[in-house]
């Protein structure tokens, strides 16, 4: 074989597995990031951070996880909340929104930060009574006791990429401490929703006024239990 052929095929090969493997970065990126972070820093952006003015958080927990997680063997216990959070996934993807994390057995998830123009606070309301029936039937399927948590609220944030090793995307401000004091003083299989979400849904879904509550750091707050859509 020539040798300019031999220097064709070998061109070739190096550039059939560096295309390889810059398609391997870019589906594990995308597993970690939102597309359209993903697309951002494709095009050269090194800093991401954004203040979004219209947005709408969810955190969720397993109520009595601490005692459930004594009684299951590790591996039980990993594959239990490989299952709940696996189907919590599969809800984000559904409704248009983006996981931002796990911490240990609670879930956070938002919505409004890369759709503009998405209707996201009845996206998450949606997603959030679909998780509470996902926790039920896992429940009745593995015998197990498990109950959800969950608190939203709306309202801006701020949201960017932070680390350079295990980096992730993540949110901050004022409206990322109401959501998650709305679920701390929440109540078993109930979405505790402040007055904000309640206004901006009350003509498509049904809520029940809870009455005020008070909440450490933010003092007396409105609260509504989410029920479900109207018909």
Known sequence: MPASRKRGYANARRSSSSNCEKEKSEALLLNILPTAIVSRLN???????????DATILFADLVGFTGLSAQLSATRLVKLLNMLFSEFDRLSIDFGLEKIKTIGDAYMVAGGLTSEGSDHAEAVARMALSMVEVSR?????????????IGIHTGPVVAGIIGTHRFIYDVWGDTVNTASRMETYGIANEINVTQALYERLQDRFVFEPRGTIEVAGKGTLQAFFLRGPRQ
């Open 137 to 149: 039937s896992t429940s009745d399927l593995l015998g197990l006791p498990l109950q959800l948590r």
């Open 43 to 53: 095009l050269g952006e090194t800093v991401i951070a954004d203040h979004i003015p």
